[in-house]
């Protein structure tokens, strides 16, 4: 439940008044993407296998899945 309420947060701060889409991908991982305004996004891949970090979304490398949406934005570590 505390993540329902984080997105929701998040959502709202992000100007997105809607639900998520949302989708399954595969077998217990599913997205979920709200729309936000301006150049805000949200985008949550929610992994049903515990506090465990998954090694593939969608049958690629989940690290490089999350780290493909952060770096389209800028901020203090996109020159790192």
Do not use: M
């Amino acid at each position: 439940q505390s993540l329902a309420i984080a997105s929701a947060a998040w959502a709202e701060t992000n100007g997105s008044g809607a639900d998520p889409v949302e989708a399954e991908l595969d077998v217990g991982v599913i997205r979920q993407e709200y729309t936000c305004e301006g150049d805000a996004a949200l985008v949550i891949y929610i992994h049903k296998a515990g506090h465990s970090w998954p090694s593939e979304i969608i049958g690629l490398p989940a690290d490089e899945v999350i780290w493909d949406f952060v770096r389209q934005y800028e901020g203090p570590l996109a020159a790192a």
